[in-house]
């Protein structure tokens, strides 16, 4: 490779996080980081990483936009049918990291994915701009397809289909609710002397802090 990727190399110094400002739910730092993320600006904020596994223990990744944080959970949609989908029918474990180059700050979460109810998914699926109903009603997500035509033509043909209704959504698609039991705050420092702090959900359901090396 001709590029010099050793000499790529930037220090980190937009801030630190402090213990004394470690609240005891996890959640309202998420909640304040996630503000300051779409306050600086940075491109696609709710962008998160998801993580599933196979039946035989092998990990995927994709990225998938955050639609809501409700009771302590995160929510996010996407086709039942496709690959990450399939994994978590076998295995509802997921892990998801925000990760906020520009503020030199990631978050990983840990927990169990569960549908959220119909009736949720209906009323996100509503809000969705028209064209992005029929999408989501006419792609096969994860599967082979013979080319983009194909796709353009079921495309015209679902969006004919429903002129003048409100397009229904599709029962193979829906959100997700994950549980977190395991919460890592990062942030970026000199030295590659990070500050990292984990929440894990203990038994009782308070959450417990440690700080880990970086
Ligand atoms: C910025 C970004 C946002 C995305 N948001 C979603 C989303 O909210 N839901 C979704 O199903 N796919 C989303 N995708 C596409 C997924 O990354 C992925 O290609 C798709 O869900 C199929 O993944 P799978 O085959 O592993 O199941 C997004 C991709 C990017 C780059």
Redesign the pocket.
Known sequence: MKINLAGIRQEYTKGGLRESELPDNPLLLFDRWLQEAIDAKVN?PT?VIVSTVSADGKP?T????L?GLSDGKFI????YD????KQLAHNPFISLSFVWHELERQVHIEGKATKVSPKESDEYFRQRPYKSRIGARISP??QPIANRMQLMRRFVQEAARWVGREAERPENWGGYAVTPTRIEFWQGRPNRLHDRFLYTLEPKGNWEISRLAP
Request: net charge positive; hydrophobic share 20%.
């Open positions: 696609e962008a995927s994709r990225t998938v936009l639609k996010f949609y996407t086709n496709s690959r990450k989908g997500q994860s």
